[in-house]
């Protein structure tokens, strides 16, 4: 069964910077949309970030637009979200998942178009 894996949450003061990764050990992240989410107790799950099968193809939501990079390397099938500028909203726990109905991102991010959802990384914004 796939299961992805996230990694490089952590606790930061505001201003600072994380960068997660996303592995999935025996499927290709290359192929298929894949999206960083993020959820705070009590509310949905939020689309953070995607990158489509070209690496080109990205999407970002308003709220992480001009701080946050997703990019991914085909040689070691791993994503990255590179967060900058981190303020204490972004305080969540950071989920990657697979759209395997799409190659390519779209404006809308939706949590029950993805699959193979991790355990997920905890990243906390606070002095």
């Known amino acids: 069964q796939v299961q992805f894996v996230e990694s490089g949450g952590g606790l930061v003061q505001p201003g600072g910077s994380l960068r997660l990764s996303c592995v999935a050990p025996?499927?290709?992240?290359?192929?298929?949309?894949i999206g960083w989410f993020r959820q705070v107790p009590g509310k949905e799950r939020e689309g953070v970030s995607c990158?489509?099968?070209?690496?080109?193809?990205?999407h970002y939501a308003d709220s992480v637009k001009d701080r946050f990079a997703i990019s991914k390397d085909k040689a070691t099938n791993t994503v990255f979200l590179q967060m900058d500028s981190l303020k204490p909203e972004d305080t969540a726990v950071y989920y990657c998942?697979?759209?395997?109905?799409?190659?390519?991102?779209?404006?809308?991010?939706?949590?029950?178009?993805?699959?193979?959802w991790g355990q997920g990384a905890q990243v906390t914004v606070s002095s």
């Open positions: 998942a697979a759209n395997l109905m799409r190659s390519r991102c779209i404006g809308t991010m939706t949590a029950h178009e993805y699959s193979y």
């Open positions: 990158i489509g099968h070209s690496e080109s193809n990205t």
């Open positions: 025996g499927f290709s992240l290359d192929y298929y949309a």
